[in-house]
């Protein structure tokens, strides 16, 4: 199986668009409502809202697998120095072969190249898989989060985070 790591663009907005939709359907309806994974979807994934990101800086990578667009992850910078990773998404039929992690290492690599001493993540509290794949990473809890997000929806979250390594242990190779 080829895999290969590569830098999401506009000309890949709308393979990503039906790529979330996939994922989402297929894993958060045992967490949050259909009408919250519609309205997520909407909200975090219009063409107009990853045009934007883009447009941000925000680092976008997708992971390909014999071609297809299989999973993805964005990275942006924080007003504090930090780093948020505010999406890590794999199709579930490929959880468990390293593909989640070398992402991860991947959105840490772009957090770092920032020049972020932190990395933080939201992860659904009740979303034990993930819960569990990065606390494997090095991930520790920071805190927890309620958010309302209207609509009368609300992100219950664990806030986890990795700090930055010391400077001699960054890649300052592009990805």
């Not at 468990?96 to 690599?109: D, I, P, T």
């Not at 494997?136 to 805190?143: D, S």
């Amino acid at each position: 199986m080829s895999a290969e790591l590569i830098e999401i663009d506009h000309a890949q907005v709308p393979a990503l668009q039906a790529l979330a939709a996939d994922i989402w359907w297929a894993h958060y309806p045992a967490l949050i409502s259909d009408a919250q994974i519609r309205f997520m979807l909407e909200r975090m994934y219009s063409a107009a809202q990853l045009t934007q990101e883009l447009a941000d800086g925000v680092c976008y990578r997708g992971l390909r697998l014999d071609g297809r667009l299989c999973g993805y992850f964005s990275v942006r910078a924080d007003l504090d120095g930090g780093a948020w990773l505010d999406k890590l998404y794999l199709l579930p039929a490929l959880h468990g072969q390293g593909h989640g992690q070398r992402m991860l290492r991947a959105a840490e690599q772009c957090a770092w190249q920032l020049g972020a001493h932190r990395l933080r993540l939201r992860v659904n509290r009740h979303n034990d898989t993930a819960i569990a794949a990065y606390r494997r990473a090095g991930y520790v809890l920071l805190g927890e989060d309620c958010a309302e997000i209207g609509d009368g929806f609300v992100m219950d979250d664990f806030i986890f985070g990795l700090d930055a390594p010391t400077a001699g242990e960054v890649s300052k190779k592009p990805l």
